[in-house]
């Protein structure tokens, strides 16, 4: 009789493996570098803050002072009104050097040619200075007789001028930013908004145009930004913006370094709101795009320092069979 078959042994049970601690790679030259910036940035503030030829005292007296609040209130004015400008004529130049047309992309090219190619303060005291080429200002029916017309003197004032020179170099520049945006968008989007019959005008308003703001939007910002900063030009056309309120004011007490101090911290102030304003902008039309959204400074630094701990990965539960 043969024997019974033996049956099989019992597999050996699993041993469940220890969970991996993964250690991130030492970078000790970065920890070095921090600890120098902080060292030199605590000596700096030290230095500036008990440095007394710096007027701290007249800073604080002088940086809520209605004069200073008002050249800030006209500040952001100009700004503002500037860029909405800027950015109107940048579109409308953006749509015409994509026209068809070859004289509209002339004149479109000249335009960006001439104000892209001469300084915004020489444009400035030009546009201050136009009365002396226009004594009058006329208009009418064009090489015919005018209907209504205008002392440039009384027309062309300080703040117009700035308006003037500010908007018109911005729409220079901002038409660029606007065709660089609209050539980033792939060509089918326009052909399928022809195949459903809609004209260009639509198509560039409710499929070119949404689309680009993506690519538009971030040097915007840039240039809302240096359109603050480029205010302070009209300080030469005697316009009471932030620079030259305080310039009126160390005029009569000579305390030029302090109140120059106070206009750099109110354009601090405010190239800090655009600043965050910018980031909100980009991460609203960022949205569904495989790029991710830029962190900001303060994530930054906390991803930074967070790799110097220790972090354990736990390994699943490996099933063993027969």
Do not use: C
């Amino acid at each position: 009789m043969a024997d019974a078959e033996q049956p099989p042994e019992p597999a050996a049970a699993a041993v469940a493996p220890e969970e991996i601690k993964a250690v991130p790679v030492r970078r000790p030259g970065r920890l070095i570098a921090g600890v120098l910036i902080i060292i030199v940035a605590a000596a700096l503030v030290r230095s500036v803050a008990t440095n007394p030829r710096f007027g701290w005292g007249t800073v604080g007296e002088y940086l809520f002072s209605p004069v200073v609040l008002d050249g800030l209130l006209k500040t952001i004015e100009l700004t503002i009104i500037a860029m909405v400008v800027g950015i109107l004529i940048g579109v409308i130049l953006a749509v015409m050097r994509l026209s068809p047309n070859p004289i509209v992309v002339a004149a479109s090219g000249f335009y960006i040619w001439l104000f892209r190619g001469t300084p915004v303060l020489v444009q400035l005291l030009f546009w201050n200075f136009i009365a002396a080429l226009y004594p009058v200002v006329a208009l009418g029916i064009p090489f015919g007789p005018a209907l209504v017309e205008f002392n440039a003197n009384n027309l062309i004032t300080p703040f117009v001028a700035a308006l003037l020179g500010l908007g018109l170099n911005e729409g220079a520049y901002m038409s660029e930013i606007v065709r660089a945006g609209l050539l980033s968008v792939d060509e089918g989007q326009e052909e399928a908004a022809k195949a459903l019959g809609m004209r260009r005008m639509q198509t560039m308003r409710r499929i070119i145009l949404p689309q680009a703001m993506r690519v538009i939007i971030p040097p915007t910002g840039n240039e809302t930004i240096g359109m603050l900063k480029t205010t302070s030009l009209v300080s030469v056309l005697a316009y009471t913006e932030l620079l030259y309120a305080v310039q009126l004011i160390y005029a009569a007490n000579y305390k030029q370094i302090p109140l120059l101090i106070v206009a750099s911290i109110w354009y601090l102030v405010l190239t800090t709101i655009l600043s965050i304003g910018q980031y909100f902008i980009e991460r609203h039309y960022g949205r569904g795009t495989a790029r991710a959204i830029p962190p900001t400074l303060l994530m930054r630094i906390w991803q930074s320092f967070s790799t110097w701990r220790h972090t354990e990965v736990p390994v699943p539960e490996q099933r063993h069979g027969l």
